[in-house]
């Protein structure tokens, strides 16, 4: 399922919170924290992708516009 930039950032902190709370009642080398912590990384590295590709895509954007020809007519006849 994809997830818009927010609503990735929202899971990323209830997963936060999730292995905060495990880590203070299971320790940090409890399993549940550290199943927590890799799922963590996970979104924060699905999500650093996907603002990547956004970047680069406004980047695409910028560069085509800027090597753009416009060709505009002699005449402009407003109506």
Do not use: H
Not at 15 to 42: F, H, P
């Amino acid at each position: 399922m994809q997830q818009n930039s927010s609503e990735m950032l929202a899971t990323i902190q209830q997963m936060r919170e999730k292995m905060i709370e495990s880590a203070q009642a299971n320790g940090l080398g409890g399993q549940e924290t550290i199943e927590c912590s890799q799922e963590l990384d996970k979104l924060i590295f699905e999500y650093q992708c996907l603002s990547q590709e956004k970047k680069k895509s406004k980047r695409e954007i910028k560069i085509t516009r800027k090597q753009a020809m416009f060709v505009w007519p002699n005449n402009i006849i407003c109506v």
